[in-house]
C-alpha cells in the first residue's frame, strides 16, 4: 500500500494499527532529523515521538498536494524549528544577550561552489549557527533533494520567494562558514 493510500485510509478510519506501519516507514528519518536539530539522541527520541503524536492528530490535514514524505520532512523540519525557537526564547531570556544577525551578502563567487567545497565539520559548525528557518530550506533543498516546486507548496510561497529564501539562506551560510576558525 502506498503511504499516501495508507494516510487516507489511517485518517478515515483513526487506525492506530495502520499508523504503526507508517510510524514504521519514517521513524529512523524523521528521528535523525529531529537529532540534526537537537544534537541529543534523548531529545531526538522525544522529538520524534511528538512529532509522531502530533501526526496523527494533523494527518487528515495532509491534501496529497505533494509526496506524503516530502509533506512528513516539511512538517518535522516546523516542528524542530518551532522547538529551536522555543529553546533560543528561553536562553535568550535567561541570559538576556541579544542575537544580530547579518543580512549583508557574502562578496565574490558562487554561493554553490563555496558550500560543495565546504568542509563537513566546518559545515555542520556553520550550520548551527544561522536562523533555523534557513538551515530548514538549505537543509530540504540540499539534503532531501527537495524541488523548488515542492518547496513552494511545503513553504506555501512563489517560486521566486523560494528561491530568494535559498540565496539569502546560502549566503548566510558561507557567512557564517567563513567566520569560523
Request: proline letters at 2%; a positive charge.
Amino acid at each position: 500500500m502506498s503511504d499516501e493510500e495508507l494516510v487516507r485510509k489511517i485518517a478515515r478510519q483513526n487506525d492506530a494499527t495502520l499508523f504503526a506501519v507508517l510510524y514504521d516507514r519514517y521513524a529512523q528519518r524523521v528521528y535523525n532529523k529531529c537529532y540534526s536539530f537537537s544534537k541529543s539522541a534523548d531529545e531526538a527520541e522525544d522529538l520524534t515521538q511528538d512529532v509522531f503524536l502530533m501526526l496523527f492528530i494533523k494527518l487528515s490535514s495532509f491534501k496529497g498536494r505533494s509526496k506524503f514524505s516530502t509533506w512528513l520532512y516539511a512538517f518535522t523540519y516546523n516542528f524542530c524549528v518551532n522547538y529551536v525557537n522555543r529553546n533560543k526564547q528561553r536562553m535568550m531570556s535567561d541570559k538576556s544577550d541579544s542575537i544580530s544577525e547579518s543580512d549583508k551578502p557574502i562578496q565574490g563567487g558562487n554561493d554553490d561552489a563555496e558550500i560543495a567545497n565546504m568542509r563537513a565539520e566546518k559545515l555542520k559548525k556553520a550550520l548551527e549557527l544561522i536562523e533555523p528557518e534557513d538551515k530548514k530550506i538549505l537543509l530540504l533543498k540540499y539534503q532531501d533533494d527537495v524541488s523548488i516546486k515542492e518547496l513552494t507548496t511545503i513553504l506555501e510561497i512563489g517560486e521566486s520567494a523560494v528561491k530568494m529564501r535559498l540565496k539569502r539562506a546560502k549566503s548566510r551560510i558561507v557567512e557564517a562558514y567563513n567566520k569560523i576558525p
